[in-house]
Structures are given as C-alpha cells and as structure tokens.
C-alpha cells in the first residue's frame, strides 16, 4: 500500500477558509476511486511566520491506483488550489510505501 502526502503551509490571513475549503476538496479526491481513505492532520510545529502547516495522507489502493490518480485527477485538483490559494500556500508531496502495520493487542 502507497500513501500519497500532501504538506501545506498556509499564511494565517487564509488559515480558516483554507480549512473548510480542504474539508471540501478531500471527499473530492476521495471520489475519484483511487484511495480508501484520507486523514488530515496538523502539524505541530511553531511556525516564526505566522502560518499553519497540515498534512493530508490519502492511503491509495495500489501503486497503480496512484499512478492513474497523478495522470487522470491530480492536475485538476492542484490547479483549482493554486488558483484559489497561490500565494499564500505552499505544499510538497511524497510518497509513502507502507512495509509492514503493527498495533497493540491487550486483552
């Protein structure tokens, strides 16, 4: 399994319609049918120029899922941010190939 990830920082002049615009655009990517699932998370770090970093790890089906995602879905989606967002948002992606999951069993 592959998790693609999304980091943005973003100035704190758009912080909170940023949010609800991501809680928007995440279902959108969601229904592309390439990922089982998504988790925003916020990164807890203190930013000296007043901005707010997330990150968003959408957890893909497949390599192959992923590779359609970049090719069928990702420019439309990265351009509707950068036009709504430009220059007060700056993101990087990775990927992420899961090796192994452990969790705690207690009984």
Known sequence: MYIY???ANIDASIHQEWLIWIKEHIPMVLSSGKFEKATLTKVLVEEDM???TYSIQYRS???EALD???KEDAPKHRSEALKK???????FRTELQIIDEYTVNFK
């Open 5 to 7: 990830n999304e980091t």
């Open 50 to 52: 007043g901005s707010v």
């Open 61 to 63: 089906y497949s390599r």
């Open 68 to 70: 359609a995602y970049y």
């Open 85 to 91: 967002f430009s220059d007060k948002m700056l993101t």
